[in-house]
């Protein structure tokens, strides 16, 4: 006697593996490795609902198949667990973040154990764990102890810059810094002592502090990127944010940026992935001009993509934080000034650059010389002109530039024609590259190419500019002015100037730990929260003084950077992974995860782990050979019908509601059943809807409109997967989840279609255990149709399996199984491969039939069947029969019958005949396999 109940069955399952430990691998130089992960989720408060687990039941599909077929595969599971939600919750209620996250690790340990998933559980990381983190502080100080060089291109340890500086002084380095650093011979350097050779140093290295131009959120206290203001408000609570200079801790990713682009090439991640990352770095080649400023010692810089427009340029616009602005303003236009940048201040730098209509700006009252011609050019300020991006300065060319079109005419400048070709200024404004120079001194006559070419060359030989490569991409904020994530390894002494020098923590110190603090704000005096903690310095071996330490903690990208790595080896305490661990798993093999994460994790990883590479502590220049995107599920939402302006709230059915005037309001969706509201629910959970509610009905019962929207809980709409799998069972959802889609689609929820799946798993059943739950498995032979349609079942999921479309093996299961209960095929060979096949996505019920067959020990530990081509040969073909151009009709021939006996039996054939209403046959064409043509 078996009936086929989940509960039972899947308890017992993921008991067995556990006490088992069946998911649990390691290194194994006989097998080739692979390794299958998923993005790590942030535990946040709500748990998990069923859009979450998209991504990772493909992942699991995948994981066991490659299992099956022989591989060594690596599938951890772990969280990202510093961030702001914690913290949040943290300053509303007093509750310390470490508590609250442990608690939603534990719930979302918990759900996910519940789908069945195949996670090695003993390789789970935290990244708040100190464990782990230690190793975040380690990665920091050696990227601290780096430095770029153009010359190898790779980022080396910071002695190779001593040792290049002892030898020619900064004539002898190529590296990546900021502009315009103070240059000095070896014997300077040589003369220095060690302290003034490291403060040097800092300006050198990967990671280093500078003053920054930031979104600052006081109310947050603490800065924002830009996604995350929103309309000059944080996205987070809607507070307003303000452009404010700040001493931030940097990473040099620009130094990165071509071989980020370059790297592209050699992974396999989706297109429109790997263009919103180009996109993002943003590479644009041009030159850079400096414009003498008139009765003044100062050249202003500028970066242009069109040097070749520099004689159409009539004025110059520098963005409003330019840190010339205030010297270059003559009394007169002082107020102007103050109070424009006083106004650009409330907008955040996306509205700034996504607003092309309002035109605005101000006049400094100071002019510069245009270095070609001598003319004389008025210097703005304009806040379509970013200060973080070129030289925060542009020559300004209204016969170029839409912009700088729109600023001049705006503003009475004048537009200058500088190409034959431009009959309407306006309407080619944008950089046309067509005809010839007019206008132009030197490049008169000449075309787009040679113009340019020509004038970077002037330029270079005469000492005013030259030709220059510009990213969009901008060195990455290190630092959030926070509680809850990584303490930043690094105090601060004070030089004979007075100036904090900042310092790293011994790595014999690490980890740094986070201390404790009465509360999560930051401090009276506007130091971050750290600024509490009762004795937050650190004193140096060798040394008796107590240094402060950084109160700023790391930004919440640290931690996921590198995690990949831990998961190979995590609980190395003498390093973040072992050489043999990392010789042998290397880089990951399937990545799977949401594109919201595609300029920031997804770049900032690869940047962490080409710095890992050049300083030779992992093997591969990229951390993810593919990688898939997963669709978002969105949330279908249930709504009821408020009729307005009754006594009692009324409630109006779908159907009816056009015959009133009503307020559509959500409803929880976990209440309403196939679109039907379960009214004495409804009544018993809301509590704004007052005394003896009424329904206007259809039919007797309550239907309810529906939208598709975000799944969220404000919208009523978010279904649990605990319920679920509680009421069908784990893997009648991993089926149904895969079932709804292609896997990188986005798609609806809708629990209603979720009925046909479990049955369709009692389908299965039944082949084995008949109505009574009697054994039915036989060891009869299989039939030949039997052994096709097993075999055409094994080779179509593999293939799908293997181009991760996951939704059509679904189908395939329902069809074979439908083809053997027609069959009534109950050949333990045949069900025996069936399981297999079933088991990367329905682990829990192949495991028990497995053994219920009589198969000893799990099924995860068997071969994915080979098929065999020969039963697959098709023994008959259905050709569809044309008469003069449309199907007709469809005849069955046997697939070895000669084109001579299909064309006879066509022709005999009673249906063919009548459709042939006497005409006389004109000509019959056969393509074997494919189709009949009969021409009248
Ligand atoms: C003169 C000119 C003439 C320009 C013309 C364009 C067309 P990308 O491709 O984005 O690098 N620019 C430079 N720095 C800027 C800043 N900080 N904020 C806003 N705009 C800035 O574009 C570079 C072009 O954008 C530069 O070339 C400059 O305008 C402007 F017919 O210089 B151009």
Redesign the pocket.
């Given at each position: 006697m078996a009936e086929y109940n989940h509960r039972e069955i899947e308890k017992k399952w993921q008991k067995y593996w556990e006490e088992n430990q069946v998911y649990k691998v390691d290194i194994d130089p006989s097998r080739p490795k692979y390794y299958v992960l998923d993005m790590f989720p942030y535990p946040s408060g709500a748990g998990l609902h069923v859009g979450h687990p998209l991504g990772y039941i493909a992942s699991d599909i995948f994981s066991r198949y490659k299992r099956l077929k022989g591989y060594n595969v690596l599938h951890p599971m772990g969280f990202d667990s510093f961030g702001l939600p914690a913290e949040q919750y943290a300053i509303q209620t007093g509750q310390h973040p470490a508590v609250t996250t442990a608690q939603n690790i534990r719930t979302y340990i918990s759900q996910l154990k519940n789908i069945g998933f195949s996670y090695d559980w003993s390789r789970e990381v935290r990244t708040s764990d100190p464990g782990y983190y230690k190793w975040t502080q380690w990665i920091f100080s050696r990227i601290f102890n780096s430095w770029y060089n153009k010359d190898t291109d790779k980022a080396e340890d910071i002695r190779t810059l001593y040792e290049r500086l002892a030898q020619g002084g900064t004539a002898a380095v190529n590296a990546v810094t900021e502009d315009n650093l103070p240059e000095f011979t070896a014997g300077e350097w040589n003369s220095w002592t060690e302290e003034k050779k490291y403060e040097v140093s800092l300006d050198y290295r990967l990671t280093y502090r500078t003053d920054s131009v930031v979104n600052f959120c006081p109310a947050l206290g603490m800065v924002l990127s830009n996604d995350e203001v929103k309309d000059g408000v944080s996205e987070r609570g809607g507070y307003p944010v303000i452009q404010k200079k700040m001493s931030q801790w940097m990473m040099r990713i620009t130094a990165y940026a071509d071989r980020l682009i370059s790297g592209l090439d050699t992974i396999d991640w989706s297109e429109s992935l790997k263009d919103q990352q180009r996109n993002w770095i943003?590479k644009?080649t041009?030159a850079s001009v400096r414009f003498k400023v008139e009765n003044s010692t100062k050249e202003i810089e500028?970066?242009?993509?069109?040097?070749d427009?520099?004689y159409?340029?009539s004025f110059l616009v520098l963005?409003p934080e330019h840190e010339w602005v205030a010297e270059l303003t003559t009394p007169d236009q002082l107020t102007a000034v103050q109070q424009y940048i006083e106004e650009t201040q409330k907008r955040s730098e996306l509205d700034r650059?996504a607003d092309v209509k309002t035109v605005s700006g101000a006049f400094t009252g100071s002019y510069c010389i245009n270095p070609v011609n001598g003319e004389q050019v008025p210097i703005w300020i304009a806040d379509?002109?970013?200060?973080?991006?070129?030289?925060?300065?542009?020559?300004?060319?209204p016969?170029?530039?839409q912009?700088?079109w729109n600023f001049a005419t705006h503003f009475g400048l004048p537009v200058i024609p500088i190409l034959d070709a431009q009959q309407d200024i306006e309407n080619q404004?944008?950089?046309?590259k067509e005809g010839k120079y007019i206008n132009s001194g030197i490049i008169n006559g000449l075309e787009y190419k040679q113009a340019t070419a020509k004038l970077i060359s002037w330029l270079e030989e005469n000492k005013i500019g030259k030709g220059k490569v510009?990213y969009?991409l901008r060195d990455a904020v290190f630092a959030r002015q926070r509680y809850w994530g990584e303490p930043v390894p690094v105090y601060f002494k004070t030089n004979a100037d007075g100036r904090a020098i900042p310092y790293l923590v011994a790595d014999k110190d690490l980890p740094l730990i986070l201390p404790e603090i009465d509360k999560y704000q930051p401090t009276e005096t506007g130091e971050p929260p750290l600024g509490r903690a009762k004795d937050w310095t650190y004193t140096p071996e060798g040394e008796s003084a107590a240094y402060p330490l950084e109160m700023s903690t790391m930004p919440g990208w640290a931690g996921s950077s590198w995690y990949w790595y831990r998961y190979m080896d995590p609980k190395n305490g003498a390093a973040f992974a072992s050489a043999e661990a990392l010789d042998y798993w290397k880089d990951i093999d399937l990545y799977l995860g949401g594109t919201e994460h595609a300029t920031g994790h997804l770049l900032y990883s690869r940047f962490w782990n080409k710095v890992l590479k050049d300083l030779g502590f992992v093997k591969e220049e990229e951390f993810a050979k593919k990688l898939i995107n997963q669709g978002m599920i969105q949330g279908r939402s249930s709504f009821v019908y408020r009729v307005k302006g009754t006594d009692k709230a009324t409630f109006v059915s779908y159907g009816l509601r056009k015959d009133y005037d009503v307020t559509p309001l959500h409803v929880d969706v976990n209440i309403v059943d196939g679109d039907v509201l379960d009214i004495e629910k409804f009544k018993a959970t809301r509590n704004d809807i007052g005394e003896d509610p009424q329904f206007i009905l259809e039919d007797g019962k309550y239907i309810c409109g529906s939208e598709v929207e975000k799944m969220s809980k404000s919208k009523f709409n978010v279904v649990n997967p605990d319920t679920l799998v509680d009421r069908y069972g784990a893997d009648t959802l991993r089926l149904y989840e895969m079932f709804l889609g292609p896997l990188t689609e986005s798609k609806p929820w809708d629990t209603k279609g979720i009925e046909g799946t479990s049955r369709f798993l009692r389908k299965l059943w039944r082949l084995f255990f008949d109505q009574n739950g009697r054994y039915i498995v036989t060891e009869d032979e299989p039939s030949k149709d039997s052994l096709k349609t097993l075999h055409k079942t094994i080779k179509k999921v593999a293939e799908d399996i293997e181009h991760f479309s996951f939704n059509t093996s679904v189908s395939s299961f329902m069809i074979c199984v439908n083809e053997l209960s027609d069959q009534k095929c109950h050949s333990r060979p045949v069900l025996k491969d069936l399981l297999v096949v079933m088991s990367a996505y329905a682990p829990h019920i192949t495991e028990e039939l497995w053994s219920l067959i009589g198969e000893t020990g799990s099924i995860t530990q068997t071969a994915y069947p080979e098929w065999n081509p020969e039963y697959l040969k098709e023994d008959a073909f259905e050709y569809p029969i044309q008469i003069n151009g449309k199907v007709r009709v469809n005849l069955t021939f046997p697939a070895d019958a000669s084109k001579e006996e299909i064309e006879k039996e066509v022709l005999a054939n009673e249906q063919v005949i009548r459709w042939m209403e006497g005409n006389p046959l004109k000509k019959i064409i056969v393509v074997p396999k494919r189709i009949v043509n009969v021409v009248i």
């Open positions: 943003g644009s041009g500028v970066f242009t993509t069109r040097v427009t520099i159409g340029v963005a650059v379509y002109v970013l200060a973080g991006y070129g030289t925060g300065a542009v020559m300004g060319v016969s170029g530039d912009r700088d404004a944008d950089a046309t510009n969009r």
